[in-house]
């Protein structure tokens, strides 16, 4: 690679926990894969799909669908129990494999990271991803799709876009050209609410909302309407300076329709917390805090969050302590009223390798939740 800008390789591996899976059961390879506990007949269950192989999507399988759904739909699909630390394992070794080749690497959940590198042009940048994305499958047997900007947000647009098995690169002078013909929904954090209210306006399209006064949105959506027209207009978030004392780190999930049982839930917090529980343990760090938030379905936003004894790692106490909090935060909100959850985020705070000294407190004010 020769010097120039710094470009933002981004990686989602795709079907993640099938492809996995697939890699100790060969012989599932090519048939339709469900990842979750299957259903028994006439059993009440409030189980959800982890994961899917592309393959039983094809029959209208996706991840965070009810079992039952999920069987129904593809009666013939093969179900395997999921195993997290198989998932957390595999995702080492991405995250390992990354840093040999590139120098560094950034996790983001326990399926997606992101590598910086200098290239003189997107032409080149994006060579260099079609070649890592070749031997990253030669070496792990893991398929994955890439995106590639010089701002992180977009070239994990692009990576969705690339899927599955393949690369989309973005020119920044040409960001907002790229985002005009997409969904509004492509930008993260944009669910189903969100896009009904742009929809009743008459938004739909990316482009469309770019042509938008600011205030407009705004007064839809809040401060965010602000921050949603600047990226359709091409002009995303900066890209933060890595910090050396990262003081916390989070996951979340907004789901394509509202979720209204407490169980599913609160399988989704445990889903949640393992991701961040394992993206943690890549990176050798440990946390003393932990944090809930939620969004409703008419976007009001609460959060919860504890502080621990001590240092720990592991997804044991996160999850332990996600669920709790999610619990308290469910009762304080009477949530008796079947108020919808439409964003869910799990949260490790004052996070630090394990023999970093603990500062004062005044150092650590929390960070707002996404």
Not at 177 to 183: D, T
């Amino acid at each position: 690679m020769s010097g120039g800008p710094s470009w933002i390789l981004y990686v989602d591996m795709d079907a993640f926990y099938v492809n996995c899976e697939l890699r100790r059961h060969p012989q599932l390879r090519g048939l339709p894969v469900i990842v979750g506990r299957r259903p028994v007949p006439r059993v009440p269950t409030r189980a959800v799909v982890l994961s899917a192989s592309y393959e039983a999507r094809a029959f209208g399988v996706r991840s965070a669908q009810p079992v039952g759904q999920a069987a129904r739909r593809c009666p013939q699909a093969e179900w395997l129990a999921p195993d997290f630390e198989l998932y957390d394992n595999a995702s080492r070794e991405v995250r390992d494999w990354l840093i040999a080749r590139f120098g560094s690497a950034f996790p983001q959940s326990i399926d997606e990271a992101w590598v910086s590198v200098s290239c003189s042009d997107l032409a080149e940048c994006t060579q260099v991803a079609r070649e890592a994305q070749r031997a990253l499958s030669r070496s792990l047997s893991l398929p994955s799709s890439w995106g590639v900007a010089q701002n992180r947000l977009v070239a994990k647009i692009a990576s969705d876009r690339a899927k599955p098995g393949g690369v989309v690169g973005v020119e920044t002078g040409r960001l907002a050209e790229f985002l005009a013909p997409l969904s509004v929904r492509v930008i993260p954090g944009v669910g189903p609410k969100t896009g009904e209210i742009l929809r009743g306006v008459g938004i739909e399209r990316v482009g469309e909302l770019a042509s938008r006064p600011p205030a407009e949105i705004r007064r839809l959506l809040g401060s965010w309407g602000t921050s949603l027209v600047a990226i359709a207009r091409g002009h995303p978030p900066p890209e933060p300076e890595l910090a050396t004392g990262l003081r916390s780190r989070s996951v979340d999930r907004t789901f394509d329709a509202d979720l209204a049982d407490p169980a599913r839930i609160e399988a989704e917090t445990v889903e949640l917390a393992h991701r961040l529980a394992g993206a943690l343990q890549q990176e050798g760090l440990v946390y003393r805090g932990v944090g809930v938030a939620v969004r409703w379905g008419d976007f009001r936003r609460v959060q919860r969050s504890r502080s621990l004894t001590g240092a720990t790692g592991g997804a044991e106490t996160l999850v332990e302590q996600s669920l709790r909090l999610l619990r308290e935060l469910l009762r304080a909100e009477g949530y008796g009223r079947n108020r919808p959850v439409r964003t869910l985020t799990v949260r490790a705070e004052r996070v630090s390798s394990p023999g970093a000294k603990q500062s004062l407190l005044e150092e650590f004010e929390p960070a707002s939740f996404r």
